[in-house]
């Protein structure tokens, strides 16, 4: 087995501290088998899944099992044997294991298993045989813990026992030494905050005036800002609507969408004061049945450069009022805006309340898209995206230049064979380099930490092209992953003119 290149796949299911440990532990002991064997270790980065679940209950994206299926089908995966820790590492779902075993067999990779210490060669019946085994048992394996898992949680329902999370409003209080739930009970800052949130709305206030009380009070949200760029953000109307919701505060316990019997905990609003709030909060004849996607590009995307609320769409008039020949007032001509909708009693850093910048809708969707293309466009926003920690730069650096030696040599064959009318020079030297060049890509995509939508348009060229086969929410999805644009306010060199002002858009590079 000795000169065999080999390249990893990692994964761990859960990893509170966010840290990879459990990954860097199957790297070393892969290592270790690696020398062993004479194996050869793959000069890029691991495929890495972290806090990933393989489970065929599991909802999360594994960004680097993705990667990892997409380089086996595009013959990137540049290495001749694919090495994982354990069967179960690979996949707990037969059809997805049975797609990767079925790739390496095509591609000729042979799979080594850490833990079993086999080299295993998929176009081996029996070997074949062996893997899809392990898959079948790791599914299975899999599909009992679900099993008792919500087996335990249904009961725990049915007990009015809390599940996941504390619940803004309430505390837990554990034994100090075995750490058993003792009780649940009202938390003495948060629960009155409920409380007159409900009280508020029983008497005719609205979701943004009661946001508009806390907020001027001082009143920490329910969640914490999760970005930077939202750390002036405090409770909405949005909030407050949903918290007024949860039959948790009546004292009820919910499983699956319904409610299921009384909680062990207290309740903060009497369960028929809170079935009334329901009515008021969601009247029957506006309940709607439409959710839909999104019908906008950048809503709730974009941010207010002010106060970093997210802009929605409005509506702005067009013009004059216009009369027909009869004198009578013509509908008013309107365009979409997007909008800061200001925070609830919280001002901008400027100390001015509500509203704070808009745009049109068209100028600033045309902005930030050519904003993004222009950014994927760029030979070098690959090495960008990378390993933040910069513990890849160089390498990142060796592939973008090389990228660039064998790109430069051949533009100047190309010139030479226009020069000299030799198209067979260019032909034999475009077959010879530009597989260096894909290789080369490919390697760098590896280093990196992207959504694989980002990574497809830019592996795939014409990206352009590819953006507009793209749906709404697809084109959302690509926009987030790879920036949070903010829209300030029109300057003074801007005043009395119209068009697309690109000098308003922060694009927020992530």
Not at 105 to 131: C, F, K, Q
Not at 163 to 175: F, T
Not at 315 to 337: E, I, M
Request: hydrophobic share 35%.
């Amino acid at each position: 087995m000795s000169d065999l290149i080999v390249r990893e796949y990692l994964r761990v299911s859960k990893d509170d501290g966010k840290t990879g440990k459990s990954p860097d532990q199957q790297h070393n002991e892969n290592l270790l088998a690696f020398e062993r064997e004479g194996l050869v270790p793959h000069r890029g980065q691991p495929y890495q899944d972290v806090d990933r679940s393989a489970s065929r209950y599991a909802k999360a994206v594994r960004e680097g099992f993705e990667r990892l299926i997409a380089d086996l089908e595009s013959d990137g995966f540049d290495a001749d044997v694919l090495a994982i820790w354990e069967s179960s590492r690979g996949s707990r779902r037969v059809s997805e294991w049975a797609r990767l075993i079925e790739l390496c067999e095509e591609r000729g990779v042979r799979i080594w298993v850490t833990t079993h210490g086999r080299m295993y060669d998929p176009s081996n019946a029996r070997d074949r045989r062996s893997l899809h085994e392990d898959a079948v048992d790791a599914e299975y394996e899999s599909d009992k813990t679900s099993d008792r898992i919500r087996r335990n949680v249904r009961a725990a329902a049915k007990e009015g026992k809390p599940h996941g999370k504390n619940v803004y409003g309430y505390l837990r209080v554990y034994d100090q030494a075995t750490r058993k739930l003792l009780r649940v009970e009202p938390h003495p800052d948060q629960a009155p905050i409920v409380q007159e949130a409900a009280r508020r709305i029983m008497s005719g206030g609205t979701f943004y005036s009661v946001a508009k009380i806390l907020n001027e009070r001082g009143i920490p949200p329910r969640r914490p800002p999760l970005k930077d760029h939202r750390a002036n953000y405090g409770w909405t109307s949005a909030a407050v609507k949903q918290m007024l919701t949860m039959p948790t505060y009546a004292g009820k316990r919910q499983h699956n969408g319904e409610i299921v019997g009384d909680a062990v905990w207290p309740s903060l609003i009497d369960y028929g004061d809170w079935v009334k709030l329901q009515s008021i909060i969601s009247p029957p004849e506006r309940r709607r049945t439409n959710f839909g996607t999104a019908k906008h590009l950048l809503a709730g995307i974009a941010l207010c450069g002010v106060c970093g609320a997210p802009l929605r769409v409005g509506k702005q008039n067009a013009g004059r009022k216009r009369t027909d020949k009869d004198g009578k007032t013509l509908p008013r001509v309107t365009y979409r805006t997007y909008e800061c909708p200001g925070v609830p009693g919280r001002p901008g850093p400027d100390g001015k309340m509500g509203f704070h910048v808009g745009m049109k809708q068209k100028n600033l969707d045309t902005a930030v898209v050519e904003a993004l293309l222009t950014r994927l466009e760029h030979p070098s926003f690959l090495a960008t995206i990378g390993d933040r920690g910069g513990s890849n730069d160089a390498e990142r650096q060796d592939l973008l230049a090389e990228i660039a030696r064998n790109q430069k040599y051949l533009d100047e064959v190309r010139e030479e064979a226009a020069a000299k009318l030799r198209f067979d020079l260019l032909l034999d030297q475009e077959t010879r380099i530009e597989p260096k060049i894909k290789e080369a890509q490919s390697r760098l995509e590896a280093l990196t930490e992207m959504d694989p939508l980002v990574l497809r348009l830019v592996s795939d060229g014409a990206i352009r092209e590819a953006w507009s086969d793209l749906d709404l929410d697809e084109q959302r999805r690509g926009i987030r992953a790879v920036m949070a644009p903010r829209i300030n306010r029109v300057g003074k060199d801007w005043r009395g003119r119209s068009g697309v002002n690109h000098d308003r858009v922060d694009p927020g590079w992530r």
